[in-house]
């Protein structure tokens, strides 16, 4: 049977607004109102799953599903920069955050490199015992991974996925592989 996984990134938090490093901050009121606003034009799932960041289990409550928590779905651990700004880090610590964004294996920040994240998101995609239609609300560094595994693109492309918040991707897996579904747009016929 195949398995069509849409994966959600959570609604916006102070955090992303201020382009901080996440440290499991709430939704704030925006974030929320943007998640709600989203639910309606959702399609049903058949099971909803959630990293356990509060941003993703409070997008999956605005959404008004009841998500299940996967704790692979956790987000990038960065260490001792959590809860920073970046550009604070990055005028702190240029060539430790230059390093980071540049060589995968890396972890200057004492937390989890992005190689490990995207093993972490490879191994449970591929592990994945479902079929049907599943969404999954995560923070943004987990889509990209999934983008990453799916693709089987180098893990240097990391960073050239844009993934903010609300936004979603589609995947698909059959018996021999994983794909990645571009969006379809409804035309009506005569157009």
């Given at each position: 049977?195949?398995?069509?996984?849409?994966?959600?990134?959570?609604?916006?938090?102070?955090?992303?607004?201020?382009?901080?490093?996440?440290?499991?901050e709430a939704l704030d009121e925006k974030?929320?109102?943007?998640?709600?606003?989203l639910a309606a034009s959702l399609p049903r799932?058949?099971?909803?799953?959630?990293?356990?960041?509060r941003a993703a289990l409070q997008t999956?409550?605005?959404?008004?599903l009841d998500a299940e928590v996967i704790t692979e779905l956790r987000d990038a651990d960065s260490g001792r920069w959590r809860g920073q700004p970046i550009a604070?880090?990055?005028?702190?610590?240029p060539e430790a955050l230059a390093l980071w964004m540049s060589s995968p294996d890396a972890a200057p920040h004492g937390g989890e490199s992005v190689a490990?994240?995207?093993?972490?998101?490879?191994?449970?995609?591929?592990?994945?015992?479902?079929?049907?239609?599943?969404?999954?609300?995560s923070p943004p560094a987990i889509v990209r991974a999934a983008v990453i595994h799916v693709l089987q693109a180098p893990a240097t492309s990391f960073w050239k996925?844009?993934?903010g918040p609300l936004a979603r991707i589609d995947l698909t897996r059959n018996a021999q592989r994983w794909a990645l579904r571009a969006p379809s747009v409804q035309r009506d016929v005569g157009e």
């Open positions: 049977m195949t398995l069509h996984l849409t994966l959600l990134c959570h609604a916006p938090t102070a955090a992303t607004r201020a382009a901080a490093f996440a440290d499991d974030g929320i109102a943007a998640a709600a606003a799932y058949g099971r909803v799953l959630s990293s356990p960041a999956a409550t605005a959404l008004r604070e880090v990055a005028a702190a610590e490990a994240v995207i093993a972490r998101v490879g191994a449970w995609l591929d592990g994945l015992q479902l079929s049907g239609r599943v969404l999954a609300v996925i844009d993934a």
